[in-house]
């Protein structure tokens, strides 16, 4: 009798600093294990050795940045049984949403010397934008065992339990003092996806919402509370405008509710 197939895992990279796929690599006790139960067929990162689809389960990184990315986006969902998003940048847009809120054109020609021949949307989208997406992985870079967990889970069968909670949860588990309460700080944990183990607040300093939205936000409470710790305006427009800035934007408060709290979208001119 010949053993049953493995089933095949495919990891991709769309625009990304390739942070997330280094934290599979990390992974190297847990990563063994796993390819003895299934076969890695498409890594650039960790082998030039590639195998066509299809694809049981397919890890992509980044966001979708240019022309290509978008016949390559849709040419791994036809072949992959499950896509699972990882990072920032393919559950946000990442950092380089940034070009969202201002002119991609202008973007280009102050970073190349000749941006002619650079090809580019003139907006960085998340993966799921784009195609179906059955989970996505937040983080900037992921967590590795939220990883191992999501890897595992598909290899059994089942939903991976990731929470969706705030780091404020992960910060009370570790014991670790509340930094707005009782130094003043400035944190966004109330707001952000747990995933990093407080890590920020563990050495005293604020989240700064790196894991992007949790699963329940209060965008109104919030910013009073960021200003309450010294922060002006401008820099809660900083704070909330980095590696999420598509999923945080979306959750700003309403138009009527930025002419009470001050707080204008990047499209506005902020």
Same mark, same amino acid.
């Given at each position: ?23 599979? $690599? ?71 949403? *940034?070009? &969202? ?29 784009? =195609? ?14 939220? $990883?191992?967990? =999501?890897?595992?889970?598909? $290899? ?7 929470? &969706?909670?705030?780091? !404020? ?26 995933? !990093? ?9 604020? !989240? ?9 936000? &209060? ?5 009073? *509370? ?18 999420? =800035? &598509? ?24």
């Amino acid at each position: 009798m010949t053993a049953p197939a493995r089933p095949r895992l495919g990891v991709f990279k769309f625009a990304s600093c390739d942070g997330c796929q280094l934290t599979l $690599l990390d992974c190297e006790d847990e990563l063994l294990p796993l390819a003895d139960e299934m076969e890695i067929a498409h890594f650039v990162e960790a082998s030039s050795a590639i195998r066509p689809g299809p694809y049981d389960l397919s890890l992509v990184e980044g966001s979708v940045s240019t022309p290509d990315h978008l016949e390559r986006i849709r040419r791994i969902r036809a072949e992959s049984r499950y896509l699972v998003t990882i990072g920032a940048c393919a559950t946000a847009g990442g950092v380089q949403a *940034l070009r &969202n809120y201002a002119d991609a054109a202008e973007f280009r020609a102050a970073v190349y010397a000749q941006p002619d021949y650079i090809e580019a949307l003139a907006t960085s989208t998340p993966i799921s934008a784009h =195609v179906p997406v059955d989970f996505e992985l937040r983080g900037c870079p992921i967590d590795r065992g939220q $990883l191992i967990e =999501v890897i595992t889970a598909f $290899l059994a069968g089942r939903r991976p339990d990731i929470p &969706n909670h705030s780091v !404020c949860f992960a910060c009370k588990r570790r014991g670790i003092p509340c930094l707005p309460v009782t130094r003043g700080i400035p944190c966004l944990g109330p707001v952000t996806h747990a995933g !990093c183990g407080a890590l920020c607040p563990a050495y005293g300093r604020g !989240c700064y919402g790196c894991f992007g939205p949790s699963g329940s936000t &209060n965008m109104p409470a919030m910013i009073p *509370l960021l200003r309450s710790d010294g922060m002006s305006d401008d820099d809660i427009l900083r704070l909330l405008h980095t590696f999420n =800035v &598509n999923d945080f934007t979306a959750i700003e408060p309403a138009a009527e509710e930025e002419v009470e709290t001050g707080i204008r979208r990047p499209s506005e001119g902020s």
